[in-house]
């Protein structure tokens, strides 16, 4: 089985300053793992994947994230934040056909 | 817009009621997925279809039944509601030539009181 831990709750950041928000997975077997943000009272919409291939994946939106297989880790960052991106963001983890596996999210506010 | 439709978007039941949210898929995408999230919580797996079949649980009660028809719309039931039912309900279609990625819909907001 898998499980997903996003370390942070939240994470508030000024506007145009870089942010980092860490997720580490567990699993026996190979993972592809997901990145999704929710904004307020919305469903969740798909900022990036990773499925095979280049480590440092890039997003919508400006977001980019690096699997690390030895550290299983794949950590979303952003050089400079905006106002818009205050949401939930979820990393998510399946093996190949299983359901996705959500962490607890991770919550941006971004302070003008 | 990821072409997820989901009905009703807010609703409210009394402890006890059944509950049927409806879901029409991406076009072209043969599996759905159902996930309730509660409040403050991520998403957790209820079940999914395939060509109307389920074919993966979560750890969900039999009070929590789904179908799936033809065309991929699908169906979550929901029998003897529970406060603890209270949550939003997302569904999320794929197709295996979608790369192993799935697309949300907006929600179905369930309060139970």
């Known amino acids: 089985a898998q499980s997903v831990t996003q370390l942070d709750s939240q994470v508030p950041v000024f506007e145009e300053a870089p942010v980092e928000l860490r997720c580490n997975y567990s699993?026996?077997?190979?993972?592809?793992l997901f990145w999704y943000v929710q904004y307020p009272n919305q469903g969740l919409q798909l900022l990036l994947k990773y499925l095979s291939g280049s480590t440092l994946v890039k997003g919508i939106n400006g977001f980019e994230a690096e699997f690390n297989k030895s550290q299983t880790s794949f950590h979303l960052r952003k050089p400079s934040v905006h106002i818009s991106d205050t949401a939930e963001y979820f990393c998510?983890?399946?093996?190949?056909?299983?359901?996705?596996?959500f962490g607890k999210g991770t919550r941006l506010s971004v302070i003008a | 817009e990821t072409g997820v439709t989901q009905s009703p978007t807010h609703l409210i039941k009394t402890r006890g009621q059944q509950v049927t949210l409806r879901c029409s898929s991406q076009?072209?995408?043969?599996?759905v997925s159902w996930y309730q999230q509660a409040l403050g919580q991520g998403p957790q797996f209820i079940f999914q279809y395939y060509r109307e079949e389920e074919n993966g649980r979560g750890n969900f009660p039999p009070r929590f039944s789904g179908l799936q028809f033809p065309n991929y719309s699908s169906e979550l039931n929901v029998n003897a509601l529970e406060l603890d039912d209270s949550a939003l309900y997302l569904c999320a279609s794929s197709t295996t030539s979608s790369g192993n990625t799935i697309y949300f819909g907006e929600g179905s907001w369930l309060t139970v009181v």
């Open positions: 076009s072209g995408h043969n599996t």
């Open positions: 699993s026996s077997v190979s993972v592809y």
């Open positions: 998510a983890v399946s093996a190949g056909n299983t359901p996705l596996v």
